[in-house]
């Protein structure tokens, strides 16, 4: 017999209460920004031990919204599957990640936001526990997986998309909770501290609460870059201690109720806004089983803390097709089961029959002809209103280069791809970052001049703009009779010693087009450590036309490019720059540079003794070290190399994977 996953009667009961809100305020309710011509749903169909079922078409699902049938106009099976190790690979082909990043790194990967909660007030103790529920959900990530992690409340402190797990933990490990922002809110009369009771609503507390729910409307709504794709959101969160069904009471008979009237709202317009992107919320309460009476957690309700939190929590998710992972102390199978249902879904649309746009609720159910199956889908969606008639039009707000670097997604107007490479600066503390900017378009039929303005932002671990700046570079495209043309701006940017995220916007004003594209960086402090190694430069001949050509040549003495794919008829060179600091005179540095192919076997190996001589002084002294890679003599197929830098007992190694064809 077919099982659905249940549908929380609160979940109707929401859709109740935005119908009467509706009567009284039209203007608050949330609109879709285009009239529902299709919708779009993404469906998970599970077998009895809860993995997927694939092979499905299109003629096995029956879609019904309001009960009336609907006739499914498009159907795609997605599987995101972690690539399978061909036999013998060695490990640094799962481990080690690629040094390029790209706008469309997107592209058939599953895609993760994780959102911590430090708005809604939760016992201290939950701070570790969200912190180690995090970490879960990161530890389980698959190699491939572009994950975020961002906090309800302070929208600085996280970090933007990656496969680099390091970072994520990292920004989980800043999470703090609501706990300081509780503590300012919860006196007694006399002004002494009082107890907070995480699980009892709090009027004083309404902009704590809708920064949560607002959370997920704000992630859902960047997500919708990537259309017609499942996303996951994992929202990590003890939860509002709120009651639709007697908040639906109270709005009803007393109009004063405007806090919870407004809390409905910002539900459904984050419900929407979910739906609209295919964003599936999977909440994960950090508390676990809360024992009763338990001393260590004030709560409103002794006998059962938390319990209207867990409704909640429950509630959000089960609306946007996920599930809650609430009242056990295990998250892992639960967070395991979550990744795994957005691996491997289905992606349905249909035309609605029913023309109706007064800004209703719909309901949608969705079912498979598979016996003992479980259909995870979200239930409805709000219809459209009637688009009211401007009295004049206004011509489009285009966004400013600079805008394309502020979401959660580079925008992918434009292909583009990155390199960043630190470089210590003799005698300085800061440090010189080379930014290499690949660039791909249309190819064009005749040569044809172009323009490309591009903005650099460096944004530190805190949010903070700790250094940008702005480039205009004139080239002219010739046409090579494929349908793209690549070429490369070089670019320069001085940072300090933290970690980054670079942030690199271009518009090539010919072709009129406008992308981004974001890479994390780490800076190291190159004076204090004895022996320090930057990353690796690798320059290519033949090689995607460069501008301008001269752009970095004070500083390196090759011309670097973001490709990573050579060609076994050219010739490959290898730059690092070896740095010495603590204060010490320079001493003698012994270099490898090794390539290994993808069964670990050793393909080029070449050692030289760098001299004192050689280093440039200052604190750091540097010198630059550039070998010629024999990329005629390797195999095809994937390749790492690795350049090692020692010193007596000091050894340092930095390592780039690249292929020959």
């Known amino acids: ?258 806090v919870m009237a407004q809390l409905i709202l910002d539900l459904q317009n984050a419900f929407t806004e979910a739906g609209e992107a295919n964003v599936n919320v999977y909440s994960l309460d950090p508390g676990g089983l809360r024992a009763p009476y338990d001393s260590v957690v004030a709560s409103a309700s002794p006998a059962n803390p938390g319990f209207l939190n867990r409704q909640f929590l429950s509630t959000v998710a089960e609306s946007t097709g996920g599930f809650a992972i609430v009242e056990t102390n295990d998250a892992l199978p639960g967070v395991k089961q979550a990744l795994r249902e957005n691996a491997s879904y289905y992606l349905l649309s249909y035309v609605s029959s029913n023309r109706r746009a007064e800004g209703r609720h719909r309901s949608i159910d969705v079912r498979v002809n598979r016996p003992g199956a479980t259909v995870r889908f979200r239930k409805g969606y709000t219809e459209p209103q009637p688009q009211k008639a401007s009295a004049a039009p206004q011509a489009p707000t285009m966004p400013s280069v600079a805008d394309r670097t502020t979401g959660l997604l580079p925008d992918r107007g434009l292909s583009l791809r990155i390199a960043a490479v630190p470089l210590a600066l003799p005698g300085r503390t800061e440090s010189t970052v080379a930014v290499v900017l690949g660039v791909s378009q249309a190819s064009p039929l005749t040569r044809t001049p172009e323009t490309v303005d591009i903005v650099t932002r460096a944004i530190s671990d805190d949010g903070d703009l700790k250094a940008s700046a702005t480039q205009t570079v004139q080239l002219v495209l010739r046409p090579n009779f494929e349908p793209t043309v690549n070429y490369e701006v070089l670019g320069r940017i001085e940072l300090k010693p933290g970690r980054y995220s670079l942030r690199v916007a271009a518009h090539a004003r010919t072709a009129n087009k406008t992308g981004s594209v974001y890479c994390d960086i780490d800076v190291p402090a190159y004076a204090k450590p004895r022996l320090s190694l930057s990353g ?102 994937q390749h790492l190399l690795t350049v090692e830098a020692r010193s007596g007992a000091d050894i340092v190694r930095r390592e780039v994977r690249f292929s020959a064809r």
């Open 1 to 258: 017999m077919l099982r659905r996953t249940a549908w929380s009667p609160v979940i109707t009961v929401l859709a109740l209460v935005v119908a009467t809100l509706q009567a009284q305020s039209r203007k608050q309710l949330p609109t879709f920004r285009s009239a529902v011509e299709a919708v779009v749903i993404d469906v998970s169909v599970l077998d009895k031990d809860r993995n997927p079922i694939r092979g499905l078409k299109a003629s096995d699902f029956t879609i019904t919204e309001d009960g009336t049938a609907q006739t499914i106009t498009t159907f795609n099976a997605i599987d995101f599957q972690d690539p399978v190790p061909e036999p013998g690979a060695a490990a640094w082909t799962r481990e080690v990640p690629s040094d390029v990043s790209s706008n469309a790194d997107a592209d058939n990967k599953r895609i993760v936001a994780i959102v911590m909660d430090d708005a809604s007030p939760m016992p201290a103790v939950d701070v570790l526990r969200a912190r180690a529920a995090a970490r879960k959900v990161i530890d389980a990530l698959g190699p491939s997986d572009l994950a975020c992690l961002v906090f309800a409340l302070s929208q600085k402190h996280g970090q933007g998309f990656t496969t680099d797990k390091r970072r994520l933990i990292a920004a989980a490990d800043r999470f703090n909770g609501a706990v300081d922002n509780i503590m300012t809110m919860g006196r007694d009369k006399d002004g002494t501290l009082g107890t907070i009771q995480f699980d009892k609503f709090d009027l004083s507390n309404e902009t704590l609460y809708r920064s949560a729910i607002g959370s997920v409307k704000r992630v859902s709504q960047q997500l919708s870059a990537l259309p017609d794709r499942r996303k996951a959101l994992v929202f990590i969160s003890t939860g509002l201690p709120f009651d639709v069904e007697q908040a639906q009471a109270k709005i009803v008979h007393d109009e004063g109720q405007a």
């Open 536 to 637: 690796i430069i690798l320059a290519a001949n033949p090689g995607p036309a460069a501008a301008p050509k001269d752009a970095l040549s004070s500083l390196i003495p090759v011309v670097p490019t973001a490709l990573r794919e050579f060609d076994r008829r050219g010739t490959l060179t290898a730059c690092a720059r070896i740095s010495q600091g603590a204060g010490a005179a320079a001493s003698a540095v012994t270099a490898t540079l090794r390539v290994v192919d993808s069964a670990g076997r050793i393909a080029f190996e070449s050692t030289e003794d760098i001299g004192p001589g050689r280093f440039v002084s200052g604190l750091p002294s540097a010198a630059d070290w550039t070998l010629a890679v024999p990329v005629d003599r390797l195999r095809a197929g």
